[in-house]
């Protein structure tokens, strides 16, 4: 049985693979029947459905059965288990038989070029590749899991393939390569292998990190000794906020975007945060940019973090632990007065733990605030989905409320 690349049902999968497997390969299609020998192919398995794929797993590599273990946390005292059982099955010489849906590519030149062919020539060996889909959105970017022909992990590989993530992807190669020549001690990060371009896509290729837990395993402890040695990499204080290259590149972005789709507001509030804090002084220092529990694990107490595309070496100290506590919020599920009620309540213990003043803590969240919004905003010139929008309304929201409080309206706030 085979169906076009039409379908809607996997056309995400589909456009991913014709981007890793461009002509002359052919175009790609879900099929479940076995292949025929004599015609080159890559076969991979649409992971958990064709309905909605999520993961593409080397079908003639079983140890890529481990890529399963990215479905997702698990929900249910079974859903570990059954994930388990799963991968043990894709291993097995027998799987085949259950014919699984597959997302096919077919090339009848063993010469064709591939995305494999180019990760191959880094790596020095045959490789085949699983691909990481996640959730259609703007910067979502395909990542792909490497793999020897064993079925042995030999890296990662992030590709941008269209303006904003091809700017993060390069982004990214700019961060792993500075903070990585630092050998900080309380983390680590990829080893960056190569950044470059293959097919008019930005392609960047990094060492896995092996680590002995997983995030739930990473204590407070290690989380914030890593929080301050990327806040300390890049230490520095200056005279004022206004004084500042993190307020300068800012203020930048908020002009520019004051045009757009929520610019006016955006550009409103900055305003007023500017009157209220341009003449304090503000010390400075690196964030990761998306400090989440699903951005690392760790290994013998050293807290191993992904995901730097975020990565800014100069902002006001504590926007990590303020992040942090802003997973509280779930944009679009859940009472979002109460996830905004827990995340005011958790940031302050954050910034404490990142040895910030209470007197400067009102500030500082105001200034992630505009920070995060002008992320937002931005991100609403590429794709106005409703959920970016949603999340950018209540940023702002809360954006306006604290700048209708008089100054000094939070105990120990300088006026």
């Not at 290259?245 to 007023?272: K, Y």
């Not at 500082?364 to 605030?369: N, P, V």
Request: proline letters at 6%; one cysteine or more.
């Amino acid at each position: 049985m085979r169906t076009s690349v039409a379908d809607a049902s996997a056309s995400y999968a589909a456009e991913v693979a014709r981007l890793l497997w461009p002509e002359p390969w052919d175009a790609p299609v879900v099929t479940r029947a076995r292949h025929r020998s004599g015609q080159q192919h890559r076969d991979a398995y649409l992971f958990p459905s064709e309905r909605r794929p999520r993961l593409l797993v080397p079908a003639d590599v079983p140890g890529s059965s481990s890529m399963l273990r990215r479905l997702g946390p698990a929900r249910s005292g079974v859903a570990g288990p059954v994930r388990g059982l799963l991968e043990r099955s894709v291993q097995s010489r027998a799987f085949p038989l259950a014919r699984w849906p597959m997302l096919r590519v077919s090339g009848g030149d063993p010469t064709a070029d591939s995305v494999e062919t180019h990760l191959a020539h880094h790596f020095g060996m045959p490789v085949r590749v699983g691909v990481l889909l996640g959730t259609r959105r703007v910067n979502q970017k395909p990542v792909l899991q490497v793999f020897d022909l064993g079925g042995r992990l030999l890296g990662y590989a992030k590709v941008g393939h269209n303006e904003l993530t091809a700017a993060l992807v390069r982004r990214e190669a700019a961060a792993l390569a500075s903070i990585g020549a630092q050998d900080p001690r309380w983390f680590r990060v990829p080893r960056l292998i190569d950044h470059g371009q293959w097919g008019g896509l930005d392609i960047l290729v990094t060492s896995p990190l092996v680590a002995r837990g997983g995030a739930g395993d990473v204590s407070r402890v290690a989380r914030v000794n890593a929080m301050l040695e990327v806040a300390a990499l890049t230490a520095r204080s200056t005279a004022t906020l206004r004084a500042s290259g993190f307020w300068t590149a800012l203020r930048d972005d908020v002009v520019r975007l004051s045009t757009e789709r929520s610019g006016a507001r955006l550009a409103a509030v900055t305003a007023t945060v500017e009157q209220r804090y341009g003449e304090h002084p503000v010390r400075l220092g690196g964030w990761h940019g998306d400090w989440s529990r699903w951005n690392m694990n760790t290994r013998d107490g050293v807290v191993q973090i992904w995901d730097w595309e975020r990565y800014d070496p100069e902002v006001p100290w504590g926007f990590d632990a303020v992040h942090f506590a802003a997973q509280a919020i779930r944009s679009g599920r859940g009472d979002l007065g109460q996830q905004e009620k827990d995340f005011l309540g958790l940031a302050p213990a954050g910034l404490c733990e990142m040895g910030v003043h209470p007197a400067e803590h009102n500030r500082t969240l105001s200034l992630y605030l505009v920070t995060v919004a002008a992320r937002y905003v931005d991100a609403l010139t590429h794709s106005a989905t409703p959920a970016l929008q949603r999340r950018t309304d209540w940023v702002l929201s809360l954006l306006e409320r604290r700048c209708e409080e008089p100054r000094g309206g939070t105990r120990g706030e300088p006026t």
